[in-house]
């Protein structure tokens, strides 16, 4: 019995990500290898079990989705199988990229008197730390390492930061694993001043539902009895409003106002179930403690135009908000969501109290592309065309690539990609059709009718051989000259006859011209007999070529019965 050889092994192995947490792995090897099927591992490092996949021969890549964790280092490889035998596996490590912040808030700490950047981190990843980047409107820069909290369902990352309010900032969040990292940037970002009430050092104690607030007010400079405020402090009063602000003019968000309110409760807005056409938007108060039945958040969702595709109101339900659905979005689009939250619980005469959400951005999938513009056809010659369009109007993406369809009157003939030069065949009429392709597939065929031309026919390109007189044939009155078929291009038309073309050369050398200024066309044998030297005129016509190439064809050349009279001379063939 024979024994089966091993297979060779693949040459390379690659791995990319696509950017859904998926790996695509790909794989090349040699034409004669013999693989039967492919055997494809992969498992976390320095896990003892691993994840097995087999494949046909016929594929060359797979994603693999399942089990992927971000963030984490993993061992692929790949052995050809032929029947029972199994070739050397190739191994490859790669370390996936962790998952960036998913969302994140800067507040004040009145204790460290700085600003404390809590970012939310997926918990489908794995994280050996974070990193904040700040820069100013002034290019200053603040780099800082973040601490990471894993409480058990959520994770995130802390950074305490020595920002100044009023100023806008540029945030960019990065998460690194194995020294992989992926960032999140977050721009035009202004910081309110803090404030708190407790630090002010007024506190109230009231003894007593008849008592009264009062509070008076003196100048530091010169002498006054001031001014005396009163009101009820069991009750909102309109005579006091305390608060800070920047020298930009930016006001703290948390306030006494004149009805010892304080600011409305943050939000947490997220985009969620991002399609090409659709998107879901989720709101929730972010503590259940805040939840506040009077409280509406008003929406506003504006396209890259600036254009408003979406202004609701909706009202708070328990700790959330109902879910709103935005349906008919236009693919690979970005849009821009504004949301603010307005609380007017109290007393009537009580102003509203609100607060502005953080704007989130985000781009709806892609689609298939629309159909592309201006088609023309032109034929360079009998055998080639080119092509030339516009991208569409409505791309739908990124573009690609191009598919260019062509197809003969009756039957599909040739199909390739991009704009280039086909080889076609002569007087045949084609059809053309380009469609403009991205990730998500090609666009549909126009409406109009497809661009078609014909193939032209033109004169045959000039033979690359000269015929060849047999020595031995040459007679007084008469020769035999051979040439064969081969020296005929029929690229530009069918050759559906030849002719033999012969002139006088006198005794040094010279050929008379006198057919040079003729317009493609040459004289017969009657037609030259007026010149003391012949100019070259058509010695024989084949009306039926042989058609199997590089026959040979032996015409003679000479005195006819009904030529009267003959001369020795010389003649150029």
Known sequence: MNSIPVPSAVSTVSVSENGTSCLEVEWSLSPNSGADSFILRYAQLHSVSNNSVTLPETDRSIHLCDGIVPGTVYVISVAVKKRNSLSEEKVVTYAVRPMPPVDFQVSPDITKGKYRLTAELSTQSRYDGCHVSVVSETLEKVDA??????????????????????????????????????SKLHRSVVLTPAFDMSGFGLSLQVVGLESKLQ??????????????????????????????????????ETRFNEHFRLSAPPVNVSVNAITRTSAALQAAFVSSEDADGECFLNIVVLDMHSHVVLDKTLRAQSNAFSAVELNGLRPFHKYTVNSKITCASGPSGCLPSSRSMRQLTFSTMQDRPGPVLSLTVRPLNPYSAQLSWLPPALPNGILTHYIVDVTQEVQEFYRSFAEYHFCLCLFVGYN????????AGSGDVPSN????????????????LVPTVAPESITSHSLTVKYSSAMFDAKHGKITKSALLVAEVTEDGRVSETWMNSENVTYTWMQVQRFDVWPLYTAVVDESPPDQMHSVILTQVGRASYCGSWKNWKISI
């Open 215 to 252: 509070m008076r007010l003196f100048p530091t400079v010169g002498s006054g009895n001031g001014r005396r405020l009163s009101g009820d402090p069991l009750h909102a009063s309109p005579l006091i409003q305390i608060f800070t602000v920047t020298k930009s003019g930016i006001v703290s």
């Open 449 to 464: 009718s497809p661009e078609s031309i014909k193939m032209p026919i033109m004169a045959p390109p000039r033979t690359n």
């Open 145 to 182: 390492d973040g601490e990471l909290e894993d409480d058990g369902g959520n994770k995130s990352c802390t950074v305490l930061l020595p920002l100044i309010p009023g100023e806008r900032f540029e945030f960019t969040l990065s998460t690194f694993s194995n020294n992989v990292t992926s």
């Open 432 to 439: 053309f059709v380009v469609r403009a392709a991205t990730e």
